[in-house]
């Protein structure tokens, strides 16, 4: 009987989707030792022992012959064995040859890395009847790699598993596993192999499962060797394979297209951090491909076919690390359940992809460059259940986001700069309220318990979304001593919870200050709106203010202008200085002390541009104070401390806008911030230099105000253009400098 529960590797050991050895078996652990009840006739376990042989005779002798008993488990593990030992012939007490009975073996841990060579004269023998014969090496190709010997001439009739982990292997000749044509499963992981000869899986028609991962090998010179097959079908005998695993092997780039031979029945498949490229299109297309792993392959998917004829097998992607752009390979996988795709440049969503993907439950893009969406996205996969955007681009929780929320069960978006607004509210308070009205539900496998061996094509995609979900913290009420707040109504709905919910990371930034506020300090949607309206009343009663005296006016004169001249005169002087008063406050104080006549923001990419060429411009032929953050930020200050005051301090703001500068989240975070403060205090005091052309559809929506409602400077590409360049930036300047209390705006 085995144990239900087999203790896993140590931590330290990566996992990719496809995990460990000791995920798809039950009978061994790590270390190789059997795991089976004390008093089961049907084992032998000597490893570890310093005399494996011996020990392996003495409980032979001692092995119970009752009943149908027979050695059915054998481990030989970290036996210090330096080729596989001839004991297969041996027999038990019942005259059962190990050969004949043994099921399950594993051999882990011995060191087969040593090669011995022999030469013709270490050989003694009878010269009597010698006779003289061609020299032949074939002996000493022969020997060279003996540390099979121990196998070769034997026959397994019964072998349905066999562990060669840890074993420092190098090579794998042709026909090593011929004598066992009931092989199931194959573990060579963590060898040193490099080669794979044509021939090596002869026989193995049975094999449903060949674990190769973590196999490293560096040649005399120190230089990595990338697994190597001797022939592209080197798969071709492998008729019933089913899981292959190749996790952290480094392969040679020709090595993919021997995946052209694989088995149709192939359903599980990781290539993880295999140094391939360019999967080619339609190259899995044959196989019932379900659980695929190629995380770390850059540019895997650089074609958009790469996946094609998979549209109805494919269940579990991870796709992590690959340099991956968009999500176009993954359209019309209607099968797809769970796609991981952190650490990308993945900066959209694309609709059309969206709604192809009617089964996926859960999506990852962790770590990549997504905006903010104002169009439905999310809602467009009917299925989702679990959406991960963390340490993305996301600035700002637009209301269509909020909305577009509704039906997914848990979310995570810690790691984003979001700016507060009533909607990051919004999210949080519905949060809140979902913690008290239903409980954590795991997700669940749609097309379960249809698989004949579970344990064969075990993968971890669910188990880590699951793991997410049953260790996240729980979102609490925001309390102040001991009142706490109960909410206010909510202008969105949904059933959503945060699975990576933490007090101190689920903040937003204040426009006005550039401070951190917790999420639950928001003011609501609804509260927004009244505050919005009291605003706009106060306006209204203000310009009622300014009307009445205007409409009275007319009057006043027509009354003093034929009895009163004199005193129509002073109460004009006096209504006049009124009104003067009146307008002079709508404008900044013309006392304001700035120390830097322009803010300058740009990206680190145009950094050269700026320092070689604008500030030079600026500061010497302008006479203009500049205030760049890597030379005028204070330190001890935080980074949004710094920006809010530079600004406050400076009289003008100049953007210098690029590609480059709208991926940067720190200026995308700048641009908002300006466009925010200008509005707060009345200010018009902005410039805008482009160092190239933005097409429309990848300016953000704040960056496209700006152009449209500001006059902006385009710095030429010919060198004759850029002396008017100049000229028009100076006068700009000059013009800001000397600008008096009422504002122009910039033309």
Same mark, same amino acid.
């Given at each position: ?30 270390? +190789? ?29 001692? #092995? ?58 270490? %050989?003694?023998?009878? $010269? ?10 074939? &002996? ?60 090596? =899986? ?26 190597? #097959? ?8 492998? %008729? ?17 297209? +021997? ?37 770390? @392959? ?20 991870? $796709? ?33 992809? /969206? ?70 509210? !919004? ?6 309220? @979902? ?9 669940? !496998? ?47 709905? +949904? ?23 917790? &999420? /639950? ?5 609804? !509260? ?7 605003? /706009?009343?106060?306006?209204?009663? @203000? ?50 002390? =700035? ?124 060198? /004759? !253009?850029?002396?008017? #360049? ?20 910039? $033309?």
């Amino acid at each position: 009987m085995i144990r239900v529960i087999s203790p896993q590797p140590p931590p330290h050991i990566p996992k990719c989707l496809t995990g460990y050895m000791t995920d798809v078996q039950s009978w061994t652990d790590y270390d +190789g030792r059997l795991i089976v009840y004390p008093d089961d006739n049907n084992s032998i376990d000597v490893s570890y022992h310093l005399d494996c042989v011996g020990q392996l005779q003495r409980q032979l002798r001692q #092995f119970p012959c009752s009943g149908n008993n027979s050695v059915q488990y054998l481990s030989m593990a970290n036996c210090q064995f330096h080729i596989i030992p001839s004991v297969f012939h041996y027999k038990d007490s019942c005259g059962n040859t190990l050969s004949g009975t043994v099921e399950y073996l594993t051999l882990t841990g011995n060191n087969f890395s040593i090669e011995y060579t022999f030469h013709p004269y270490d %050989v003694q023998m009878n $010269a009597t009847n010698a006779k003289s014969a061609f020299e032949d090496t074939s &002996f000493e190709r022969n020997i060279a790699n003996c540390w099979s010997n121990g196998l070769r001439g034997v026959t397994f009739p019964r072998l349905r598993e066999l562990d060669l982990r840890l074993c420092r292997i190098r090579k794998l000749e042709d026909s090593m596993f011929s004598g066992m044509p009931y092989l199931e499963k194959l573990y060579l992981g963590e060898n040193n192999i490099f080669l794979i000869s044509a021939g090596t =899986f002869s026989g193995l028609k049975r094999l449903i499962h060949l674990d190769f991962s973590r196999n490293y090998e560096f040649d005399e010179y120190g230089t990595y060797q990338g697994l190597y #097959f001797d022939e592209c079908n080197v798969f071709q005998e492998l %008729v019933n394979i089913e899981s292959i695993d190749f996790s952290f092997t480094k392969m040679a780039q020709r090595n993919i297209d +021997g995946f052209r031979h694989v088995s149709a029945k192939l359903q599980r498949l990781s290539i993880c951090h295999a140094g391939l490229s360019n999967l080619i299109p339609g190259l899995l297309a044959g196989t019932s491909l379900k659980f695929l792993d190629v995380s770390g @392959n850059i540019n895997i998917f650089a074609d958009d076919d790469a996946l094609r004829g998979l549209e109805h097998s494919l269940q579990v992607v991870y $796709a992590n690390d690959i340099a991956l752009k968009k999500l176009d390979v993954f359209e019309n996988m209607k099968s797809l359940e769970i796609l991981r795709a952190r650490n990308n440049e993945i900066t959209t969503i694309g609709r059309k992809i /969206a709604r192809s993907l009617v089964n996926l439950q859960v999506i990852d893009l962790d770590m990549n460059r997504l905006i903010a969406w104002s169009r439905p996205t999310v809602s467009l996969m009917p299925s989702l259940k679990f959406l991960s955007v963390r340490s993305n681009n996301i600035n700002v929780i637009s209301e269509q986001m909020a909305r577009d929320f509704e039906n997914v069960s848990y979310i995570g978006l810690t790691g984003n700069y979001i700016v507060c607004n009533c909607n990051a509210r !919004e999210i949080f308070e519905l949060a809140l309220r @979902n913690e008290m009205d239903r409980k954590d539900e795991l997700i669940e !496998e749609k097309r379960k318990n249809q698989y004949a061996n579970v344990s064969l094509l075990y993968h971890s995609g669910y188990e880590d979304v699951n793991y997410a979900i049953a260790n996240r913290k729980y979102v609490r009420p925001n309390c102040i001593g001991n009142n706490c707040y109960n909410g206010t109504p909510l202008e969105i709905s +949904g059933k959503f919870l945060l699975f990576d919910y933490d007090k101190a990371t689920y903040n937003c930034l204040t426009i006005t200050d550039g401070k951190t506020k917790s &999420f /639950a300090r928001v003011p609501s949607c609804k !509260e927004t709106k009244d505050m919005e309206v009291g605003a /706009a009343i106060q306006n209204y009663w @203000n310009k009622y203010l300014l009307i009445i005296p205007l409409l009275l006016m007319p009057f006043l004169i027509i009354g003093f202008v034929f009895k009163r001249n004199l005193r129509y005169f002073f109460i004009t002087i006096r209504n006049s200085a009124m009104l003067s008063l009146i307008n002079k406050n709508e404008h900044i104080d013309e006392n304001t002390i =700035f120390n830097y006549d322009v803010f300058v923001s740009y990206s680190n990419e145009d950094r050269a541009w700026v320092l070689d060429y604008l500030l030079p411009h600026l500061e010497t032929d302008c006479n203009v104070s500049v205030c760049l953050h890597e030379r005028d930020f204070l330190v001890g200050l935080s980074i949004l401390e710094n920006i809010v005051a530079c600004m406050d301090r400076s009289r003008a703001i100049m953007l210098i806008i690029s590609q480059r500068f709208l991926v940067s989240q720190w200026c995308q975070f700048e641009m908002h911030l300006a466009q925010h403060r200008l509005l707060e205090t009345r200010r018009e005091d902005l410039i805008l230099v482009l160092l190239e052309d933005i097409p429309r559809r990848l300016r953000p929506n704040t960056l496209h105000y700006l152009m449209v409602t500001n006059t902006y400077i385009v710095w030429p590409k010919e060198d /004759a !253009e850029q002396v008017l #360049f100049w000229r028009r930036l100076k006068k700009s300047l000059v013009t800001q400098k000397m600008k008096q209390p009422e504002n122009v705006s910039l $033309a």
